[in-house]
T-cell receptor, first 112, second 115 residues
């Protein structure tokens, strides 16, 4: 079992729709959860982080965390073509307290 | 530019040569992480360093790979006797405090090609 799992996609949504990206993790002791966006050929950039159960909103982005289900998601409202990228879920704490573990990423395409 | 600086951006090496990748963390950051990314794959943790100390190298291959973060100067990831399978993008990231709650800030990466 991978430590951090994501649906590789591609996920395709029309412009203006809500994009929903999902992630599960195996280490129940994980403490912190991050979403990074990576454009093709570029470096990952931090979008959001969440530490507590529930929702956290920042502009068009909402991160959702459910520790009991070991599940974290990212919602992108009013999706734009510029949101087209690979979204990486990352988890830290738990057994691997010293480092951040990444999922393989979900490729999102927003069609005009 | 106060961001994480990596160089070179692209590096081509023949099999058997050595590759040296450099990373200067963001100003004020003393925690450095190295990750490797293969095409269409996620980031794989390699090593976590603080100044003059290796904190966690559990993701580092046992042979040919080494990393350092000296008191002065950038962090260096060294790959000796490179093989074609070492071809990948190598990303360095830094954080201010380390630990589980500390977001990582990434450099632009070094794309290593082994011919």
């Amino acid at each position: 079992q991978k430590e951090v799992e994501q649906n590789s996609g591609p996920l395709s949504v029309p412009e203006g729709a809500i994009a929903s990206l999902n992630c599960t993790y195996s280490d129940r002791g994980s403490q912190s959860f991050f979403w990074y966006r990576q454009y093709s050929g570029k470096s990952p950039e931090l979008i959001m982080f969440i530490y507590s159960n529930g929702d956290k909103e920042d502009g068009r982005f909402t991160a959702q965390l459910n520790k009991a289900s070991q599940y974290v998601s990212l919602l992108i409202r009013d999706s734009q073509p510029s949101d087209s990228a690979t979204y990486l879920c990352a988890v830290s704490g738990g057994r691997n307290n010293n480092d951040m573990r990444f999922g393989a990423g979900t490729r999102l395409t927003v069609k005009p | 530019n106060a961001g994480v600086m990596q160089n070179p951006r692209h590096l081509v090496r023949r099999r058997g040569q050595e590759a040296r990748l450099r990373c200067s963390p963001m100003k004020g950051h003393s925690h450095v992480y190295w990750y490797r990314q293969l095409p269409e794959e996620g980031l794989k943790f390699m090593v976590y360093l603080q100044k003059e100390n290796i904190i966690d190298e559990s993701g580092m291959p046992k042979e040919r790979f080494s990393a350092e973060f000296p008191k002065e100067g950038p962090s260096i990831l060294r790959i000796q006797q490179v093989v074609r399978g070492d071809s990948a993008a190598y990303f360095c990231a830094s954080s201010q405090t380390g630990g589980a709650n500390s977001p990582l800030h990434f450099g632009n990466g070094t794309r290593l090609t082994v011919t």
